[in-house]
């Protein structure tokens, strides 16, 4: 599964991302690396890496971003990216929105680089060593070490007198000090790249958003927001970052009111998940709910889409006392309508059934 790489990848990167810290499983909190967060208050971490399905995704509540964790790492360390897309292909995946498949090419380019571009220049404080053929045993004949006229017709002296340099080893043959008035001039190598191809630009499709949104501070401050204010936050927030914060929420054993506030607004409801429905309509309770806040509940859930009214009615009692308004899926009557024409129908039947047997 994706998502131990990607928390493998995140712990790897951990080190360059201030005051990181896990919250709970599959939740992490630290200074957005993108904006920056406060330069005036160095605490402040509106940074949140957070799982969704079999992924990590990366949300901030300063500067609005909002991301795959591929995009997010690709900011963050480039060359740590290229490992992690390497390491989703070795495990089975071809590529998708999630991350983009490795070409392969960039591994070749640094493997092609790394060895032909030796630098074959003198050093500034090491003389580059030349290869200097040894004289013959026979003669004693030299340029550098005899004058011309000390050779004679006398007999060579010993093999051991000349100095011969050892060829087993590079480091003990003579070298050549280069003078200081000339220049070094470096060897011609063929077809030797010095420089490696410039890396791609990445494309604008995968750079993140820099929009500025109205959110909270912190996620926590949501957290423990009131309902009218839960709803306020919501409204300025796009459509994957209201799934982050129902995750949030729901991971944080929300309060009655904050249930009340997610299953009575119709932009939530239009954009969460089936699990994440069943998950709040599990925790909301009918009978505790006000007039105001039935009427509410039944408006958003009518205009959801169709998963999340079937799975309203799946876990809500619709025929309980208070949705009477309420028009199921596939009929045009409401529940309580619903309710009186079963009500007469038995009493009809059972009216009948007692007159025939006094009869």
Known sequence: MSVFIDRSFLLRVSPKLQKFTQKKEDLYNFRCPLCGDSSKNKTKARGYIYRKKNDYFYMCHNCGASTSFYNFLDKVDPNLLKEYALERYKNGETGNHNYQKPTFEEFKTETTTSSSTTSIAPSATQPTPVWVAPPPATTIESSTTVPEESVEEEQPPPATDPEVPDTSSPSTLPTVEPDPEEPAVDLPVEDAPTMAPDAPESSESDAIPETVVDTPETL????????????????????????????????????????????????????????????????????????????????????????????????????????????????????????????????????????????
């Open 220 to 359: 926590s401050e949501a957290l423990n927001a009131s309902p009218e204010e839960l709803t306020a936050y919501i409204e300025d927030l796009p459509a994957e970052q209201v799934v982050a914060l129902v995750d949030a929420l729901l991971a944080d054993n929300p309060t009655p009111e904050q249930v009340t506030a997610l299953a009575t607004n119709p932009e939530v409801l239009a954009v969460i998940s089936t699990e994440q429905a069943a998950e709040i309509f599990e925790a909301l309770d009918v009978g505790d709910l006000t007039d105001t806040e039935v009427e509410a509940l039944i408006a958003a859930v009518q205009d959801a889409p169709t998963e999340i009214r079937a799975t309203f009615e799946d876990t809500i009692n619709i025929f309980g006392e208070g949705l009477d308004n309420y028009v199921p899926l596939g009929s045009t009557i409401p529940v309580g309508t619903r309710r009186t024409l079963i009500a007469v129908t038995a009493g009809i039947t059972l009216a009948a059934a007692g007159s025939r047997i006094r009869r």
